[in-house]
């Protein structure tokens, strides 16, 4: 698990306008639109968090 003070970009974004970062704790996650980020962030627990993990098959 990332430092949950650090935001990092996903694996799979392509690098170009379509980013997403999140930042990982122990309580869950928290994700933004790289190109967007003073619109705030989505938080997700870590029950969603893991839930949402299996499903993309990370």
Known sequence: ???PAVW?????????ANCV???ESVAGADVRDTQNRSAGHLSFDRVEWAAL???VGR
Not at 8 to 16: P, Q
């Open 1 to 3: 698990m990332t430092n």
């Open 53 to 55: 993990v299996r499903a």
């Open 8 to 16: 990092h970009k996903s694996t799979y974004s392509d690098g170009g």
């Open 21 to 23: 970062e999140a930042r």
